[in-house]
């Protein structure tokens, strides 16, 4: 069993940055394809920026392209996401979540695992 627990959100202006971090616990992360999601109350989960197992391969949904950076700290055995130049569409709430999938997975279906979520807000 795999338990994920994010952090780092909060409230930050247009333009200003925010770095979300995700600690598993119960299995390494690098044995795991790793994803951050994102929701709007009312909206359908979307997927935004994922690394994918065994890899250092990343991917990512073209609106946060050049924007958002996800990276593994395997000592640590936490993800993180580096947001910059947020802007008031990337408010919601973020969820990390885990695969035991070998593939750039996207779709909330083929992750095994989920943190709680942690709510970032982008005033503008």
């Known amino acids: 069993q795999v338990q994920l627990v994010e952090s780092g959100g909060g409230l930050v202006q247009a333009g200003g940055s925010l770095r979300l971090s995700c600690a598993a616990s119960g299995r390494a992360v690098s044995s795991l394809c790793l994803g951050w999601f994102r929701q709007v109350q009312g909206k359908e989960c979307e997927f935004v920026r994922g690394i994918r197992r065994s890899s250092t391969i990343t991917y990512f949904v073209d609106s946060v392209k050049g924007r958002f950076t996800i990276s593994r700290d395997n000592a640590k055995n936490t993800i993180n996401l580096q947001m910059n130049s947020l802007n008031a569409e990337d408010t919601a709430v973020y969820y990390c979540?885990?695969?035991?999938?070998?593939?750039?997975?996207?779709?909330?279906?083929?992750?095994?695992?989920w943190g709680q979520g942690t709510q970032v807000t982008v005033s503008s």
């Open positions: 979540a885990a695969s035991q999938n070998f593939g750039a997975v996207t779709t909330t279906g083929e992750f095994d695992y």
